[in-house]
Nanobody
Framework: VQLQASGGGLVQAGGSLRLSCAAS????????MAWFRQAPGKEREFVAA????????YYRNSVKGRFTMSRDHAENTVSLQMNSLRSEDTAIYYC????????????????????WGQGTLVTVSS
């Protein structure tokens, strides 16, 4: 499956952005989906994840209550609604897919994901 992330941009602190991850080649119905991000000079970190087929949505603590991950079956896309953005949210955001149904303790491990989009840059100005 090929993943294409979009929706990044420049936004002021407190603002909102909506990222999308479009998939081609295969339906996402069999995948575990996630968003990761990488800030300048830092390692890539987990943001959110869920199984396309349903169940728990997992978030890193710092984005809980501000970010919402969702799916659109008809469009075969995954989205990340980001509200109340902070300067520390500035990063390149990547969508990823795993062919495995991951358990909670593994969802934040980027090595568990098989496919990656190219990333979209989010810049939050303070």
């Amino acid at each position: 499956v090929q993943l294409q992330a979009s929706g990044g941009g420049l936004v002021q602190a407190g603002g909102s952005l909506r990222l999308s991850c479009a998939a081609s080649g295969r339906t996402l119905s069999r995948y575990f989906m996630a968003w990761f991000r990488q800030a300048p000079g830092k390692e890539r970190e987990f943001v959110a994840a869920f199984s396309w087929s349903g169940g728990t949505t997992y978030y890193r603590n710092s984005v809980k209550g501000r970010f919402t991950m969702s799916r659109d079956h008809a469009e075969n896309t995954v989205s990340l609604q980001m509200n109340s953005l902070r300067s520390e949210d500035t990063a390149i955001y990547y969508c990823a897919a795993s062919e495995r149904r991951l358990i909670a303790s593994l969802v934040n491990d980027d090595l568990r994901y098989d496919y990656w989009g190219q990333g979209t840059l989010v810049t939050v100005s303070s």
